[in-house]
């Protein structure tokens, strides 16, 4: 499958973005699709995981309570939405997709497939 993430931009603190990841050559529900951000310097940190058996997901702990993942099937995306955005969410935001969900939560290493990075910039 190939990944294609979209929905980036510059916000002011406060403020909200949706980022959608979107599959294309196979159906994401086949896949457990983590949403993960890297800023220059620092390793790529998991931010967000949906599964794709039971729908249940995972939350790094400086995101709960304002961001919020979520599939549509019928159009073959995922989406990360981020509410009350804080300068340190700013970071390139990528998608990773595999078949196994303990897979994605271990982290990005070894993950089968990626989307380009799309930038989020909180900046007032």
């Known amino acids: 499958v190939q990944l294609q993430a979209s929905g980036g931009g510059l916000v002011q603190p406060g403020g909200s973005l949706r980022l959608s990841c979107t599959g294309v050559?196979?159906?994401?529900?086949?896949?457990?699709i983590g949403w993960f951000r890297q800023t220059p310097g620092k390793e790529r940190e998991g931010v967000s995981v949906?599964?794709?058996?039971?729908?249940?997901?995972y939350y790094v702990a400086s995101v709960k309570g304002r961001f919020t993942i979520s599939r549509d099937n019928a159009k073959n995306t995922v989406y990360l939405q981020m509410n009350s955005l804080k300068p340190e969410d700013t970071a390139v935001y990528y998608c990773?997709?595999?078949?196994?969900?303990?897979?994605?939560?271990?982290?990005?290493?070894?993950?089968?497939?990626w989307g380009r990075g799309t930038q989020v910039t909180v900046s007032s």
């Open positions: 990773a997709a595999d078949p196994l969900y303990r897979a994605v939560l271990a982290g990005p290493l070894g993950l089968r497939h």
């Open positions: 949906i599964s794709n058996s039971d729908g249940e997901t």
């Open positions: 050559g196979a159906p994401l529900s086949f896949y457990a």
